[in-house]
């Protein structure tokens, strides 16, 4: 099978051995425990119920056209999960304003179905005057915060919230070698505010280990430089287990990929790569590129994370934000909700 | 603008996708059970009941330990509600168990009333929970959830029917709460009658129409030994903290001149049952029902109330967001006052103190003064025993010139001896 250069579960929280318990306060360990209350039963009926109501997972790719976005999200989720798999279009053309284009999928495996939503940016980075280039961008994230706080404060509202809100952002660097352009600096700086980003360095393939070494930390001194936190982000560690691990990947980004949808056979093997005169390069051999690094970060060990730093995190500061908001809007409102106000305001005097 | 969705296939929404390798993700379960571990669960069970049905022993066998205090008393004036929460661990999952406790449930003479404070204490942790999901900066991951998830009623065991106590309480309560009915200290009646009892407990709370907690059959793996226990409705159990040996085992049990009652044989009681259901099948389901059905009724009912409508999508979140700034200004309002209440008190305190430093200071006048004139009479006191003294002084030396002069006529007048007899005479009569 393709799972040849599995990543050191060392890395991944799942195997490692749970957290050092403290003894229990209270009368836990009475004289004569030795009956099984079945507490710890509870961990299967979640895993019961996380299987029966499925997860989703929102990605957002933003990055210049021709950077290998679209074969990127089909060898991560090994399959036609992109835009341009689902749209045929009949020539490539960039679009004259950026356009936001999300496309959804119900995915399964061993029993967990996942609902995937890929969202795509075209135009990005693309024009000559990339002047505020990350507004719509900026926009449609917000929106999606507007959309599940609108359901969360309705009063009759849904059993379980649907879930739009932009987990993850991958934005793409073009191998150059050298530093982040001002564009990167800017979007990246605008929006690590407001939702995870996960850098990459598209195309890999065309640096040497030398070159993309120095360039990792060209590019990490930069994010320092100019304060942007990117996932995963150094204030949001829970402990110093988390900090131990999340360390280790923040000394790796941005991790510098190839993404590939074909196989070709190497050693015996039937392999994702791309296959040039000097050599086959495999996707998911950590020698040749990072792939199964982010792979493994984004899918096996830190999903779960990383849509709670969304919920937890960037949600609510939009929450307060918008809550705070001063009433800048045109209309006056209606007289009803003001009297239901007041009546609120006396009942909690 | 918004974003534009391709691909929606008619129904669903979204294409099923074919994967064609492993891609990992089957590890998101895991991933959610880790991340509930490290953050420890909680569950909260309310035990309704008649003092002295055994709620306090049937917890304690439940999860295994000796929780708290002495029996209560049957004299209480109205129904109080007590809470303990503990933190109990089996192997690495940690459980913030809370029980309450019904003091004084069914005690009183007249029971109108005591279904009340069990109703208030149920909504006032949802208005809690309310709050805390209403505040502008919120912490809901960290919040420690007081919701009661289960409701244990313990029925007593008369072998004849409901008490109109319980039903009317169980009417009160099961909108608001999962409400499992038990019937407790099933060791007084015997097989036969407990069929029958339990018929006609079902079939009373089916004709008042009281929705008791129906275990969830709708997960294929669970469904079957749920819909059998649902059957098995009210549970008979029988709680012992004490233990017997039977056969070559100590086991649970009550021990009876006839006979010894095992707590955890199913032919005698219900219980491994009840801890089954309760616990081992059904506890993540218990809370999510508390949260996503009571929990919701009661915040829809609320906000109702207070006059929020769900007329139009512009309505909401300025009518929230003007209560919120109604709020923050209140908020600032009372931030104001007890600032200037502070300043006054302080101001108050100082005045205060001054008070108290010029009192002192004034005392500590008028000791010295005193202390001054003490000096003075002593001084004066020394001076006039010095000047008697000066003067006693004065007169002994004039006496003692005259003395001295006698001597010298004398001895110039005659013989010596008379005047060295006199002299000495004289010397004697000066000492």
């Given at each position: 099978?393709?799972?040849?250069a599995?990543?050191?579960?060392?890395?991944?929280?799942?195997?490692?051995?749970p957290?050092?318990?403290?003894?229990?306060?209270g009368?836990?360990?009475?004289?004569?425990?030795?009956?099984?209350?079945?507490?710890?039963?509870?961990?299967?009926?979640?895993?019961?119920?996380a299987?029966?109501?499925?997860?989703?997972?929102?990605?957002?790719?933003?990055?210049?056209?021709?950077?290998?976005?679209?074969?990127?999200?089909?060898?991560l989720?090994k399959?036609?999960v992109?835009?341009?798999s689902?749209?045929?279009?009949?020539?490539?053309?960039?679009?004259?304003?950026?356009?936001?284009?999300?496309?959804?999928?119900?995915?399964?495996?061993?029993?967990?179905?996942?609902?995937?939503?890929?969202?795509?940016?075209?135009g990005?980075?693309?024009?000559?005057?990339?002047?505020?280039?990350?507004?719509p961008?900026?926009?449609?994230?917000?929106?999606?915060?507007?959309?599940?706080?609108?359901?969360?404060?309705?009063?009759?509202?849904?059993?379980?919230?649907?879930?739009?809100?932009v987990?993850?952002?991958?934005?793409?660097?073009?191998?150059?070698?050298?530093?982040?352009?001002?564009?990167?600096?800017e979007?990246?700086s605008?929006l690590?505010?407001?939702?995870n980003?996960?850098?990459v360095?598209?195309?890999?393939?065309?640096?040497?280990l030398?070159?993309?070494?120095?360039?990792?930390?060209?590019?990490?001194?930069?994010?320092?430089?100019?304060?942007?936190?990117?996932?995963?982000?150094?204030?949001?560690?829970?402990?110093?287990?988390?900090?131990?691990?999340?360390?280790?990947?923040?000394?790796?980004?941005?991790?510098?990929?190839?993404g590939?949808?074909?196989?070709?056979?190497?050693?015996?093997?039937?392999?994702?790569?791309?296959?040039?005169?000097?050599?086959?390069?495999?996707?998911?051999?950590?020698?040749?590129?990072?792939?199964?690094?982010?792979?493994?970060?984004?899918?096996?060990?830190?999903?779960?994370?990383?849509?709670?730093?969304?919920?937890?995190?960037?949600?609510?500061?939009?929450?307060?934000?918008?809550?705070?908001e001063?009433?800048?809007?045109?209309?006056?409102?209606?007289?009803?909700?003001?009297?239901s106000?007041?009546?609120?305001?006396?009942?909690?005097? | 603008?918004?974003?534009?969705?391709?691909?929606?296939?008619?129904?669903?929404?979204?294409?099923?996708?074919p994967?064609?390798?492993?891609?990992?993700?089957?590890?998101?379960?895991?991933?959610?059970?880790?991340?509930?571990?490290?953050?420890?669960?909680?569950?909260n069970?309310?035990?309704?009941?008649?003092?002295?049905?055994?709620?306090?022993?049937?917890?304690?066998t439940?999860f295994?330990?000796?929780?708290?205090?002495?029996?209560?008393?049957?004299?209480?004036?109205?129904?109080?509600?007590?809470?303990?929460?503990?933190?109990?661990?089996?192997?690495?999952?940690?459980?913030k168990?809370?029980?309450?406790?019904?003091?004084?449930?069914?005690?009183?003479?007249?029971?109108?009333?005591?279904?009340?404070?069990i109703?208030?204490?149920?909504?006032?942790?949802?208005?809690?929970?309310?709050?805390?999901?209403?505040?502008?900066?919120?912490t809901?991951?960290?919040?420690?959830?007081?919701?009661?998830?289960?409701?244990?009623?313990?029925?007593?065991?008369?072998?004849?029917?409901?008490?109109?106590?319980?039903?009317?309480?169980?009417?009160?309560?099961?909108?608001?709460?999962?409400?499992?009915?038990?019937?407790?200290?099933s060791?007084?009646i015997?097989?036969?009658?407990?069929?029958?009892?339990?018929?006609?407990?079902t079939?009373?709370?089916?004709?008042?129409?009281?929705?008791i907690?129906?275990?969830?059959?709708?997960?294929?793996?669970?469904?079957?030994?749920?819909?059998t226990?649902?059957g098995?409705?009210?549970?008979?159990?029988?709680?012992?903290?004490?233990?017997?040996?039977?056969?070559n085992?100590?086991v649970?049990?009550r021990?009876?001149?006839?006979?010894?009652?095992q707590?955890?044989?199913e032919?005698?009681?219900?219980?491994?049952?009840?801890?089954?259901?309760?616990?081992?099948?059904?506890m993540e389901?218990?809370?999510?029902?508390?949260?996503?059905?009571?929990?919701e009724?009661?915040?829809?009912?609320?906000?109702?109330?207070m006059?929020?409508?769900?007329?139009?999508?512009?309505?909401?979140?300025?009518?929230?967001?003007?209560?919120?700034?109604?709020?923050?200004n209140?908020?600032?309002?009372?931030?104001?006052?007890?600032?200037?209440?502070m300043?006054?008190?302080?101001?108050?305190?100082?005045?205060?103190?001054?008070?108290?430093?010029?009192?002192?200071?004034?005392?500590?006048?008028?000791?010295?003064?005193r202390?001054?004139?003490?000096?003075?009479?002593?001084?004066?006191?020394l001076?006039?025993?010095?000047?008697?003294?000066?003067?006693?002084?004065?007169?002994?030396?004039?006496?003692k010139?005259?003395?001295?002069?006698?001597?010298?006529?004398?001895?110039?007048?005659?013989?010596?001896?008379t005047l060295?007899?006199?002299?000495?005479?004289?010397?004697?009569?000066?000492?």
């Amino acid at each position: 099978h393709v799972d040849t250069a599995e990543v050191n579960p060392s890395h991944s929280n799942m195997s490692a051995p749970p957290h050092p318990q403290p003894p229990a306060k209270g009368a836990s360990h009475a004289a004569g425990d030795f009956s099984y209350v079945g507490i710890d039963a509870i961990l299967e009926q979640m895993r019961r119920k996380a299987m029966k109501q499925g997860f989703e997972l929102n990605i957002m790719i933003v990055g210049q056209s021709g950077l290998g976005k679209s074969t990127l999200m089909n060898t991560l989720f090994k399959s036609k999960v992109s835009r341009k798999s689902v749209v045929s279009t009949p020539e490539e053309r960039i679009p004259k304003t950026i356009e936001i284009k999300s496309i959804s999928h119900d995915i399964e495996e061993k029993g967990v179905r996942m609902k995937l939503t890929v969202i795509d940016t075209p135009g990005f980075g693309d024009h000559i005057n990339n002047e505020n280039c990350w507004q719509p961008i900026m926009k449609f994230i917000n929106d999606q915060y507007e959309q599940y706080l609108q359901e969360e404060i309705n009063i009759d509202r849904k059993k379980r919230i649907p879930d739009s809100r932009v987990h993850c952002c991958m934005y793409f660097i073009p191998p150059t070698g050298h530093c982040l352009r001002p564009l990167d600096v800017e979007f990246m700086s605008r929006l690590s505010k407001v939702v995870n980003i996960v850098p990459v360095i598209a195309k890999a393939d065309t640096l040497t280990l030398e070159e993309r070494d120095f360039f990792k930390q060209t590019i990490r001194e930069e994010l320092r430089a100019n304060g942007i936190d990117v996932y995963p982000q150094k204030e949001f560690d829970e402990d110093s287990d988390d900090r131990m691990i999340n360390d280790k990947i923040r000394e790796m980004i941005p991790f510098a990929v190839v993404g590939s949808n074909q196989e070709y056979q190497v050693n015996g093997k039937r392999l994702l790569g791309r296959k040039t005169k000097w050599g086959t390069i495999e996707v998911e051999n950590i020698a040749h590129c990072e792939f199964a690094h982010l792979r493994d970060l984004l899918i096996r060990t830190h999903m779960q994370n990383i849509k709670d730093i969304t919920s937890s995190i960037h949600y609510e500061v939009y929450r307060v934000r918008r809550l705070n908001e001063t009433n800048g809007q045109p209309n006056a409102q209606p007289p009803n909700t003001l009297d239901s106000n007041i009546k609120y305001i006396m009942i909690h005097t | 603008m918004a974003a534009t969705e391709i691909a929606r296939q008619a129904g669903e929404g979204a294409r099923a996708v074919p994967l064609a390798g492993h891609v990992g993700f089957d590890s998101m379960p895991d991933q959610l059970v880790n991340k509930s571990v490290n953050h420890g669960f909680c569950f909260n069970i309310l035990c309704v009941g008649e003092t002295g049905l055994g709620k306090s022993t049937l917890m304690d066998t439940l999860f295994n330990t000796k929780f708290e205090g002495e029996p209560t008393q049957h004299n209480q004036p109205g129904v109080q509600l007590k809470s303990n929460t503990y933190e109990l661990q089996e192997s690495n999952v940690r459980l913030k168990l809370t029980v309450v406790n019904t003091v004084g449930f069914g005690d009183q003479i007249n029971k109108e009333d005591s279904y009340k404070s069990i109703v208030e204490f149920i909504d006032t942790q949802f208005e809690a929970y309310l709050q805390e999901e209403l505040k502008i900066k919120r912490t809901l991951h960290s919040y420690h959830d007081t919701r009661i998830h289960a409701c244990l009623y313990f029925i007593a065991p008369t072998g004849h029917s409901l008490k109109s106590l319980d039903l009317v309480t169980m009417k009160k309560l099961d909108s608001k709460v999962n409400i499992i009915p038990i019937i407790a200290k099933s060791d007084a009646i015997s097989k036969s009658e407990l069929t029958k009892f339990k018929i006609k407990i079902t079939s009373e709370l089916v004709s008042n129409g009281v929705q008791i907690y129906q275990f969830p059959t709708d997960d294929e793996t669970v469904a079957e030994i749920n819909s059998t226990m649902n059957g098995h409705l009210p549970f008979a159990v029988v709680g012992s903290t004490e233990e017997v040996k039977i056969g070559n085992k100590m086991v649970k049990a009550r021990q009876y001149p006839w006979g010894t009652v095992q707590v955890e044989n199913e032919n005698h009681c219900d219980f491994v049952k009840l801890r089954e259901m309760l616990i081992r099948v059904n506890m993540e389901d218990l809370r999510e029902q508390t949260h996503t059905r009571h929990y919701e009724l009661y915040r829809r009912c609320k906000l109702e109330e207070m006059g929020f409508k769900d007329t139009d999508p512009d309505c909401k979140p300025f009518s929230l967001q003007e209560t919120y700034e109604a709020k923050r200004n209140e908020f600032m309002g009372d931030l104001q006052k007890k600032e200037e209440e502070m300043r006054q008190m302080f101001v108050q305190r100082v005045k205060e103190k001054e008070a108290e430093l010029k009192e002192a200071e004034k005392e500590l006048h008028e000791k010295f003064d005193r202390l001054k004139k003490l000096h003075q009479d002593e001084k004066k006191k020394l001076e006039d025993k010095k000047k008697s003294l000066d003067d006693e002084l004065n007169g002994f030396k004039q006496k003692k010139t005259a003395a001295e002069l006698l001597q010298s006529q004398a001895q110039q007048a005659g013989g010596s001896t008379t005047l060295k007899r006199d002299k000495e005479r004289k010397n004697i009569r000066l000492q």
